[in-house]
């Protein structure tokens, strides 16, 4: 359907419309001031006249000035019909996020902690997509798919808050999580296939190592960017007591060695998130260069109508002439 900015040039010559009823009042007015009174004591006698062609047409004239007044209107705001074709390609990309809920994403040097601030940026990150499958992997000492490939993205965010600490045994198992992931992407027939692996530990757990889960992704043409979390240095830890809660400063320990050659071997990139502005900045960066291709060729064709319009006004514009001098013309 067409805009209305689309159906004319210059619409703001329309406005001019709302001058028509005014016109027409003040015509009006004017005819009825030029009508002669003549005062008679009774009209009974001009009953039985029968009435002429000219009188049953004497307020002709007026309408067609106004239809024309309404016409020329339109021409002026010049009337025009498009028609476009619009042809668009998509190139699909699956995503698979994978989590790490271990007991360590509890470190509090991320606002307000680890695996919090990271449920947080992955469903900004997936509000973001618009087309692109998307499944999450959850992961500490074994790993399970929280929701498989999705453009149901509403089920996946709700799956996403269900996501916590405790779920599965603690401990860290990147190298089942990988190979997990790949499992789900492998028959995908999606132009480009991208896992997204954040992690804030070593690879302890688990019967396959992180570089054999990166190899077979390789194989499968998966590409891997992995972002680790933490502070450098020392981050402080919740630790339950029996007088409640107090914090502890606890070692990062963060096998970044790894997380790269797993990037480098699938074709992707190693990220290091320090802080929550740090790990927001990484999602945008990667959410850029995995966007889906768009390529769309428009054709659009636009006919101007206002000369028929026009013409028409013409025609009425004679048609009331020829009406108001010759067929009704009055003798002063």
């Not at 992704?217 to 979390?229: E, K, L, P």
Request: proline letters at 5%; glycine letters at 6%; charged letters at 20%.
């Amino acid at each position: 359907m067409p805009r209305f900015g689309d159906a004319f040039a210059n619409p703001e010559f329309l406005w001019l419309l709302f001058l028509v009823p005014i016109a027409a009042a003040f015509w009006w007015r004017q005819r009825r001031r030029m009508i002669t009174t003549i005062r008679f004591s009774s009209i009974e006698a001009f009953r039985a006249v029968p009435r002429t062609i000219r009188e049953r047409i004497r307020h002709v004239p007026l309408a067609i000035r106004l239809m024309m007044t309404i016409v020329l209107i339109v021409a002026l705001a010049r009337p025009q019909s498009v028609s476009s074709t619009e042809r668009m390609s998509t190139e699909g990309i699956d995503i698979v996020l994978v989590l790490d809920i271990s007991g360590s994403m509890l470190a509090e040097d991320f606002t307000p902690n680890r695996l919090v601030a990271a449920q947080q940026v992955a469903e900004d990150f997936i509000n973001g997509r618009t087309s692109d499958r998307i499944g999450l992997v959850i992961f500490s000492a074994e790993s399970f798919t929280q929701c498989p490939l999705t453009t149901d993205y509403p089920v996946l965010t709700n799956l996403l808050h269900e996501v916590k600490n405790g779920m599965i045994a603690d401990g860290t198992a990147i190298g089942l999580a990988l190979a997990n992931a790949v499992n789900r992407l492998k028959d995908s027939k999606a132009k480009s296939k991208v896992i997204i692996l954040l992690t804030d530990g070593v690879n302890n757990r688990g019967e396959i190592d992180p570089l054999t889960a990166a190899t077979i992704a390789s194989t499968y043409g998966i590409r891997t960017y992995t972002v680790g979390v933490g502070a450098r240095g020392m981050a402080p830890y919740p630790v339950q007591t029996p007088f409640g809660t107090r914090r502890q400063m606890v070692p990062v320990d963060l096998d970044e060695k790894t997380l790269e050659t797993v990037a480098s071997m699938t074709g992707g990139r190693y990220f290091r998130a320090t802080d929550n502005e740090k790990l927001i900045a990484i999602y945008r960066e990667i959410d850029q260069l995995e966007r889906t291709k768009i390529e769309i060729t428009a054709y659009k064709k636009t006919t101007d109508l206002f000369p028929g319009w026009l013409t028409l006004g013409m025609i009425l514009f004679g048609l009331e002439i020829i009406l108001s001098n010759v067929i009704i013309r009055k003798t002063p």
